[in-house]
């Protein structure tokens, strides 16, 4: 079977797809893939010996195949149009994928994509996709499975968009396996010792599964364990009070301003819900170490939010997460969340010792990865902005052996 990969990436789909093939008896034929990333581009020659061609909006010419994957990037586009129909989507990535489909009709195809866009734009964007991959001819139909029910450590939900020239495909009943980071973990790896985690531990015996955040939903902040100086137990319960209060949509009705969620409070409206006889020294004190900041509202311009000098300023809480060197603790006896590129080498590990950062190994295992798949070329971060945006490869396997089963 004569397939391509578009928006290839570290070429997760190409490996669940020969997986299905073989399990079923058959070989596949891989004749094109396509990726503009550059350090994907470098994985992508590593690991397979071609080399992706670049922007597939720039490819006219393409060889003749029977099955199109595609993990593609979710660009919004207008459903504005009566039918939603092909011309809707010009100027998407999606429309690349459609063009093709409809110039060279393979005998089927597998696209993968985050679950929101199920709800994107209220469920038009999806009609819109759904509309025209039957409209050019296929029997089209979708899913969202989740990489956890398919035997990986990790949460991750997806949506699969699937359909052949010939007859529906129809998934499968699969039974749920599961597993744990401990089975995915090296334990050999030593913890690894900062700053951040010495006064983290001075504090906490047991971190294991606990979120490290200065907004709302993390349950250790950073001045539980006085990250940026000392603080005092009436301070403690004065920065707890604030990230509270700063959600409440009252305060931006005396502010004037339009709600958002985490505003800054004036003296006079922390002294409302906090009574202190020096309470300006003790907000200035926190502000000095860095712990709140001082500043102006902000007020909605168009789609932005910019500070508003008219209004009085206020105290907020400095929330950025990526400034911390781990902001999730994993549970080596439960499963990761959702791996995002941005913040995945902030995930903790517990080890013997401490705690560290997510390996490559390990995230490469995350997705089911064959051990043989090798990163340890490119610089961290460029391998796990890959990570964090491939594809779970057991159900990429799982979907395509289904599809596969029609077609073969």
């Given at each position: ?23 079923l008896?058959f ?15 470098k ?29 593609f ?6 459903s504005?149009g009566?039918?939603?129909g092909f ?49 050019i ?10 990489g ?9 939900k ?47 015996k ?24 000392k603080v ?24 004037g ?36 900041a ?7 311009d ?24 781990y ?20 995930l903790?590990v ?21 051990e ?6 490119l ?30």
């Open positions: 079977m004569r397939y391509i990969d578009l928006f290839s990436g570290l070429g997760g789909m190409r490996i669940g797809f020969e997986n299905a093939l073989q399990s008896g070989a596949g034929e891989h004749v094109l893939s396509s990726e503009i990333k550059k350090h994907a581009v994985a992508y020659e590593h690991n397979f010996a071609n080399t992706p061609m670049g922007d597939i909006s720039q490819i006219n010419e393409l060889p003749d195949f029977d099955f199109l994957l595609a993990g990037p979710c660009q919004a586009f207008s504005a009566k039918r939603l011309e809707d989507t010009r100027g998407t990535l999606f429309f690349q994928i459609a063009r093709i489909l409809k110039d060279k009709k393979p005998k089927g195809f597998l696209l993968e994509n985050v679950d929101g866009l199920v709800t994107h734009d209220k469920g038009n964007t999806l009609t819109t996709m759904m509309n025209i991959l039957k409209d001819g296929y029997k089209a139909d979708w899913k969202v499975l989740n956890k029910d398919f035997g990986l450590a990790q949460s991750r997806r949506i699969y968009i699937f359909g052949t020239l010939l007859n529906p495909v129809t998934l499968e009943e699969v039974k749920p396996m599961y597993t744990s980071l401990y089975e995915i973990i090296e334990q050999s790896i030593p913890a690894r010792e900062s700053e951040f985690t010495k006064k983290l531990f001075t504090h906490y047991d971190i294991t599964g606990r979120k490290i955040s200065d907004k709302r939903g993390g349950n250790i902040h950073s001045w539980d364990f006085e990250l940026k100086g005092s137990a009436s301070q403690k319960e004065l920065l707890n009070l604030i990230l509270k209060q700063r959600r409440n949509r009252k305060w931006a009705e005396i502010y301003i339009d709600w958002m969620d985490g505003m800054p409070l004036t003296v006079e409206m922390i002294s409302t819900f906090y009574k202190a006889d020096k309470l300006k020294e003790l907000l200035d004190d926190l502000v000095k170490k860095g712990y709140l001082y500043e102006y509202p902000k007020r909605k168009g789609n932005k939010r910019i500070y508003d000098t008219s209004k009085t300023k206020g105290y907020n809480i400095v929330s950025g997460k990526l400034s911390f060197e902001n999730k603790i994993l549970d080596s006896a439960d499963i990761a969340p959702t791996l995002v590129a941005t913040d995945v080498l902030r903790g517990p080890v013997s010792g401490g705690i560290r950062p997510l390996t490559i190994r390990e995230g490469l295992r995350l997705f089911g990865f064959p043989s798949y090798n990163l340890d070329f610089k961290t971060k460029d391998a796990f902005d890959l990570i964090g945006n491939t594809v779970c490869i057991p159900v990429i396997t799982y979907v395509s052996r289904c599809i596969q089963k029609i077609l073969l």
